[in-house]
């Protein structure tokens, strides 16, 4: 049985807190291109394979996707990789991090750019307890080594009392279990389902069982 008390909670950023889908469809809506489901899950799989080559910042892999996938002019694509951090957000994650927050760090692990965190951060409202990306890694996740530098950056082992949300099992959350993290996986619309040790419907859900338990 998994004790809700966790010591350390990581946070997968696109996607689980910033409506991705949402955000890049209205983005993509300003230069006349429909987004369709299909369209979303080709570009989220292009990242992914540029992401697991030789490093590039973020921007330049989504404008690259964006680009390649959806044949966007470069500087329409350029314009929209910069700007990602200030895609809309769920409608739970302001509340549901500020809850979260009183019981333990709440750390933004995400592929992305730094320019990223400070957008996301002030759509926010306040800063996280730490914003963690590929920039400052130089990796991508699913590699490993982001989670080793993640470990070096806030000075805590792997094991369950640290526990990383996310709303793709077949990417975060497969690496997590395997280092021995309790996993999270949040329903959003996109989703990509496996195994995970706690299932929530968003980021209410989690704090609400995680107050339920101090």
Same mark, same amino acid.
């Given at each position: 049985m998994i004790r809700l008390s966790? +010591?350390?909670?990581?946070?997968?950023?696109?996607?689980?807190?910033?409506?991705?889908?949402? *955000?890049? *469809? +209205? @983005?993509? +809506?300003? &230069?006349?291109?429909?987004?369709?489901?299909?369209?979303?899950?080709?570009?989220? =799989? =292009?990242?992914?394979?540029?992401?697991?080559?030789?490093?590039?910042? &973020?921007a330049d892999i989504v404008a690259s996707s964006l680009r390649h996938v959806l044949g966007l002019p470069a500087e329409a694509a350029r314009a929209i990789a910069? *700007?990602?951090?200030?895609?809309?957000?769920?409608? =739970?994650?302001? @509340?549901?991090?500020?809850?979260?927050?009183?019981?333990?760090?709440?750390? @933004?692990?995400?592929?992305?750019? +730094?320019a990223h965190g400070r957008q996301a951060q002030t759509e926010l409202g306040h800063d996280m307890s730490g914003w963690i990306c590929a920039e400052a890694a130089r990796c991508y996740k699913p590699d490993r080594a982001f989670w080793r530098h993640v470990a070096a950056r806030r000075g805590v082992g792997f094991g369950p009392h640290w526990w990383h949300v996310s709303a793709y099992a077949d990417y975060d959350l497969e690496t997590a279990r395997g280092l021995g993290l309790t996993t999270v996986l949040v329903a959003r619309p996109h989703a990509r389902e496996g195994p995970a040790g706690i299932r929530v419907h968003d980021l209410i859900d989690l704090a609400r069982r995680v107050e339920a338990a101090a």
């Open positions: 966790p +010591e350390l909670l990581t946070f997968d950023i696109f996607g689980t807190v910033v409506d991705w889908r949402r *955000g890049l *469809g +209205e @983005a993509l +809506e300003r &230069y006349g291109i429909p987004l369709a489901d299909a369209d979303f899950d080709s570009v989220i =799989d =292009d990242q992914a394979a540029r992401e697991a080559g030789p490093f590039r910042p &973020y910069a *700007g990602a951090g200030r895609w809309p957000l769920f409608p =739970d994650s302001r @509340a549901g991090l500020a809850r979260l927050a009183r019981f333990a760090p709440c750390v @933004a692990m995400t592929n992305s750019d +730094e």
